[in-house]
């Protein structure tokens, strides 16, 4: 009985430290805050040859100007700045290091001293994902990535169909701690979420596959998982292909818990769309960072909101502030809500 009772308090516990901020945020000392941002096409003015970049250039109809560049640039500071500038960002949707350079050099980053780790992905629409790091809480010690290579009865019309690597990091949180962090932006949705799964589905394999080759090199390990990925913390494959718990009572070794389940069941969400909040963008952690006696414990889980980042559509209410929608330029942040965790 007095198990049960302990189960149900502690469900308790981590459904009360998942939130909406208000205000912006200052990560508390001592802290480490882990974050990941969906941050809507940012790509640089120059034409790439390798690259499918033609609408984000100066004379294309988007109209992608260094000035509007860099207002993006600014924008997105912004939003790392409300959050308090976390340890760690994984990011998705950027083109290329040229902006995550601009990104850690050209805005209010370079006075926290960021480094990132990056490599160019074989993404049909020239995107890739990305991880930045304060060096002074973070220290890298290997990184990788997973290659997508998909089946062809899984795309048998679009035989050419890429997407994005899987990013794999190793590091030490100050000097000592060890994480595994995997960062991931899955398929889309294109042509109906069901038509689009089995796709997911291949990929989130893929990441469940790289957790227990890590977990098999130790049982203890403190894994990170974080992306958009496309899906609800719901669908089979977060809950199944990763394995991604949504309850802390079905904790045990070897298993991780998705920090955004709760914010989802109470209809929140980081995407709107056509007036519905979905819940794609997710940050995953390992039982270890849940219940272990290391130095890193989880804390809370937020979707990070700020009145002057959303936007009133008169059909669908308040969504967040979006770049561009097709060709037309709104200058606004993103498409998405970033999410982040803090941990004690």
Not at 21 to 30: E, L, R, W
Not at 49 to 66: C, G, I, R, Y
Not at 251 to 260: R, V
Request: glycine share 6%.
């Amino acid at each position: 009985m007095m198990n049960k009772l302990l189960t149900v308090f502690f469900s308790l516990f981590l459904l009360c430290q998942c939130s909406v901020p208000k205000n912006s945020q200052t990560a508390d000392h001592g802290n480490f805050r882990v974050a990941f941002y969906n941050v809507e096409n940012l790509f640089d003015t120059i034409d790439d040859p390798n690259k499918p970049d033609e609408e984000f250039l100066p004379d294309s109809k988007k109209q992608w100007t260094p000035d509007r560049y860099q207002l993006k640039l600014d924008h997105l500071a912004k939003v790392v700045e409300g959050m308090g500038y976390p340890a760690l960002l994984g990011l998705a949707e950027v083109e290329n290091a040229t902006v995550l350079e601009d990104f850690c050099k050209k805005t209010s980053l370079k006075s926290h001293d960021y480094g990132f780790v990056h490599y160019e992905s074989p993404d049909f629409r020239g995107i890739d994902v990305a991880l930045l790091y304060k060096k002074s809480m973070f220290t890298v010690t290997a990184s990788d990535t997973i290659r997508i290579k998909f089946p062809a009865e899984l795309i048998p019309d679009i035989p050419d169909y890429t997407t994005r690597d899987l990013l794999v990091v190793e590091g030490k949180f100050a000097g000592n701690e060890k994480l595994n962090i995997i960062v991931a932006h899955m398929p889309s949705r294109s042509g109906g979420q069901k038509e689009s799964e089995p796709k997911r589905l291949y990929v989130a394999t893929q990441i469940g596959k790289k957790v227990a080759e890590i977990f098999k090199q130790d049982a203890n390990a403190n894994i990170i998982v974080m992306g958009d990925m496309n899906d609800e913390p719901t669908d089979p494959s977060i809950l199944q292909n990763i394995d991604a718990h949504p309850l802390a009572s079905q904790l045990d070794a070897k298993t991780m818990y998705n920090c955004f389940y709760q914010l989802k069941q109470n209809g929140l969400g980081s995407y709107r769309y056509k007036g519905n909040w979905n819940m794609l963008d997710q940050i995953i952690l390992s039982t270890n960072l849940i219940k272990g006696d290391k130095e890193l414990k989880y804390k809370s889980s937020v979707i990070f909101q700020q009145e002057w980042m959303m936007y009133k559509d008169d059909k669908y209410g308040v969504a967040p502030s979006r770049t561009y929608g097709g060709d037309r330029y709104f200058g606004g942040y993103s498409d998405h809500l970033p999410v982040y965790v803090e941990l004690k």
